[in-house]
């Protein structure tokens, strides 16, 4: 069965750090654009960042734009997002999916979404 699985969520304090991990089971993820999105709520799901399948980095939302750094290991078959200087308004549950990616635009999921992992920043 394809899917992604998300991990590395969890609970930290302001200007702290969490790395996720999109990992694929089923498939080989280097052949797709992946797109990392969050959801806080009462808001609506919002892409922050994207990857080529030729691993370049096609774009990064303003809010998280010299904070987070995506990239991919092909060996391990996953995505990873490095979220540093973290702050309460990074708060949400964080997604990975196959998604359309072009240079300087959000991307669009359009399959194989993960459950999600949920990052929560506070003192």
């Known amino acids: 069965q394809e899917q992604l699985v998300e991990s590395g969520g969890g609970l930290v304090q302001p200007g702290g750090s969490l790395r996720l991990s999109c990992s694929a089971s089923g498939f080989a993820l280097g052949g797709s654009n992946i797109g990392w999105f969050r959801q806080a709520p009462g808001k609506e799901r919002e892409g922050i960042s994207c990857i080529s399948y030729q691993d370049v980095t096609m774009y990064y939302a303003d809010s998280v734009k010299g904070r987070f750094t995506i990239s991919r290991d092909r060996a391990n078959n996953t995505v990873y997002l490095q979220m540093n200087s973290l702050k309460t308004e990074d708060t949400a549950v964080y997604y990975c999916?196959?998604?359309?990616?072009?240079?300087?635009?959000?991307?669009?999921?359009?399959?194989?979404w993960g459950q999600g992992t949920q990052v929560t920043v506070s003192s």
């Open positions: 999916a196959r998604s359309f990616c072009a240079e300087g635009h959000p991307p669009i999921g359009y399959a194989m």
